[in-house]
């Protein structure tokens, strides 16, 4: 099972205004190098008469494919500008395209930069940002009594409840980071004074927010 990483959720879109240029960030998630540039071209026929379409990507738990283009602006001012941030972000498996309408003013270097580098990290948080880890799914069932206090406990450290059922008694599933495994069977142990009968599945990977 591999560790743990941060990926983006789904596909999402921001823009920012820098005297008049119009810098339109499109963020997504993608599992190869041939995804990345399939969506990579997807942007560019949406937006054919923009500028620029300058765009980086990374795939790899460890960063093993990386790529960025400055698609014709000024040499290391913006592909290279959005792949940094997406490893300063840490976020894996992502590609960025900022898109570029001219507005008639130069920004010089620096600015492309920081330009491009606003646009992209609104672009990625436009898309949401979750971390990928293992999981085991734990059942349990409880009486209604004390369904609340468990619903607290589960809630205050961050753990996620994938379902629950309603019959003479309730049954919880929730997906646990393995490494917290033991953690948790032991609070929920003295939680439910030793009447807690779990059953736990195999690890799996899951999105669990960062």
């Known amino acids: 099972m591999e560790r743990d990483y941060l990926v983006v959720r789904a596909q999402g879109r921001a823009e920012i205004v820098v005297k008049r240029s119009r810098f339109i960030a499109t963020a997504r998630p993608v599992d190869t190098e041939s995804e990345a540039q399939q969506f990579i071209d997807a942007v560019r026929r949406e937006f054919w008469d923009a500028t620029h379409n300058v765009y980086a990507f990374t795939v790899g738990p460890n960063d093993e494919v990386v790529r960025s283009s400055d698609d014709g602006e000024p040499s290391g001012t913006a592909g290279r ?5 997406i490893l300063k972000e840490r976020v894996k ?24 580098s606003s646009a ?20 349990f069932a409880l009486d209604y009594a004390v369904l609340g206090m468990v619903q607290n406990y589960v809630a205050g450290q961050g753990y996620t409840v994938a379902d629950i059922d309603y019959a003479e008694r309730v049954t919880m599933h929730v997906l646990v980071p393995a490494r917290s495994i033991e953690a948790f069977h032991a609070a929920l142990t003295d939680l439910l004074h030793g009447h807690y009968s779990p059953e736990t599945g195999e690890d799996t990977l899951a999105l669990v927010d960062p």
């Not at 500008?81 to 941030?85: A, F, I, R, S």
């Not at 898109?99 to 270097?109: D, E, K, N, S, V």
């Open 120 to 139: 992209a990290r609104d672009g990625l948080h436009a898309a949401g940002i979750a971390r990928v880890m293992p999981v085991r799914r734990v059942s």
């Open 93 to 116: 498996y992502c590609a960025v395209v900022v898109t570029r309408y001219f507005g008639g003013t130069l920004l010089g270097a620096g600015g492309l930069v920081r330009a491009y």
């Open 81 to 85: 500008p959005v792949l940094e941030v």
